[in-house]
Each structure stands twice: as C-alpha cells, then as structure tokens.
C-alpha cells in the first residue's frame, strides 16, 4: 500500500515560514491535500488538490507539490496556527492514505 | 450549509456491538462519497470505512469483517455498524465527505467510542 511521510514535529519562531513535508513515491503524480487538527478539534482542510485554498484559509497557507515530496508552507506563522497537519492522497479511484502528521510548535 | 452531526459512541466492553451514526444536511449522501476515519489516542488519522455514490463499500483490513458501512438516503444519514469490537478500535471516529478527486472537504466533530472491559 501506498504510505506518507511526515516529519513529527515542526517547530519555528512567530513570524517566520514553516515548511512541513510529505514524501510518496512519486507523489508528484498524484493530488495532495493538507489537514490542519487542534487539540479536541475534528480536521479540518487548508489546503486540497496540491495548492488550492478552500474560502476562509488565510493566503499564509500555500502548498506544492513535485516529485517525491509535497510541501505545505505557512508564512508569518502565528501563535493560533499551532496544531497536528497531516497530508493525504486518495480518491475515487484509490484508497485514501493519511500521512503520519507534524505537530506544528510554535516557540 | 453542510454540516455533518454523529452520534452512537460509548463505553463498550470487548466483543460487543455499536452503531455510530452521522446525519448530514446540505448536500445528499446518496450521490457522494463518504467515509468513517478514526483516530487512537494520541494517534493519526486511518480510514475505516467507505461508502461510494454507487453504493459499493471498502472496509480497512483492520477492520475487515467486523465493521460494515450504510446509509439511510430518506434520512440522509450514514452509518458504521462496529461487531466483535476490540480494545484496539478505542479511538474518535469521525464521518466525512469525500469530494471527486479526493479531499475529505466536510467533517463531523466525531464521536468517542471506548472499549474496555
């Protein structure tokens, strides 16, 4: 089956860009989407098909994706944006897979 | 508005039976699919079960056998019908809808179900 790598842990000072990987064999290929999840909160999605904002995600949050690893960047990181992410591919057609997570630390 | 509102959780002993269930509204579960993820304490995300728009189901392995997945469409309801459950099945389970080309674009606040003897 097809598995997700993640980082377990981020940590980056307020203000600064936080880079949270996700590697798949040739993930590039595929659509990537990003989960935000605070504690005793259910997911919630800010970032779907590699890039895409759904309405309501602050322009902070941005995706890519390209060969192995995708990418979810987040600029001007603020002290609210500290939570799990996790990564996920799958549609339709394929199973969904849920990469490990990062838990997002902000100093 | 899409909302997604589970209920059914508990505290169950091992090899019992639950329902969970998850009543949608703003869009129809009848032609979108949906699916059940859960969390272990402390844990990541694992999808259990899917439900697709034609009606066909997928079940995990972990959970194969033992879960099975349906939905009412007169009540736009979902749901996860958990036998034989296990000490290891003790985590949050949330519903969720899945969109064409596969992010889980609307979520319930989940529901606890606990297994312990």
């Known amino acids: 089956s097809y598995v997700l790598t993640q980082p377990p842990s981020v940590s980056v000072a307020p203000g600064k860009a936080a880079s949270i990987s996700c590697g798949g064999s040739?993930?590039?290929?595929?659509?990537v989407h990003w989960y935000q999840q605070k504690p005793g909160q259910a997911p919630v999605l800010v970032i779907f098909?590699?890039?895409d904002r759904p309405a309501g995600i602050p322009e902070r949050f941005s995706g890519s994706n390209s060969g192995n690893t995708a990418t979810l960047t987040i600029n001007r990181v603020e002290a609210g944006d500290e939570a799990d992410y996790y990564c996920q591919v799958g549609d339709t057609s394929s199973d969904v897979v849920f990469g490990g997570g990062t838990k997002l630390t902000v100093l | 508005e899409v909302r997604l509102v589970e209920s059914g959780g508990g505290l169950i002993q091992p090899g019992g039976s639950l329902r969970l269930s998850c009543a949608a509204s703003?869009?129809?579960?009848?032609?979108?699919?949906m699916i059940w993820v859960r969390q272990a304490p402390g844990k990541g995300l694992e999808w259990v079960s899917v439900i697709y728009g034609d009606g066909g189901t997928k079940n995990a392995d972990s959970v194969k056998g033992r879960f099975t997945i349906s939905r009412d469409n007169s009540k736009n309801t979902l749901y996860l019908q958990m036998d034989s459950l296990r000490v290891e099945d003790t985590a949050v389970y949330y519903c969720?809808?899945?969109?064409?080309?596969?992010?889980?674009?609307?979520w319930g606040q989940g529901s606890v179900v606990t297994v312990s003897s």
């Open positions: 969720a809808r899945v969109a064409a080309s596969g992010p889980l674009d609307y």
């Open positions: 098909y590699d890039s």
């Open positions: 040739n993930i590039g290929s595929k659509s």
């Open positions: 703003g869009f129809d579960v009848s032609i979108n699919y």
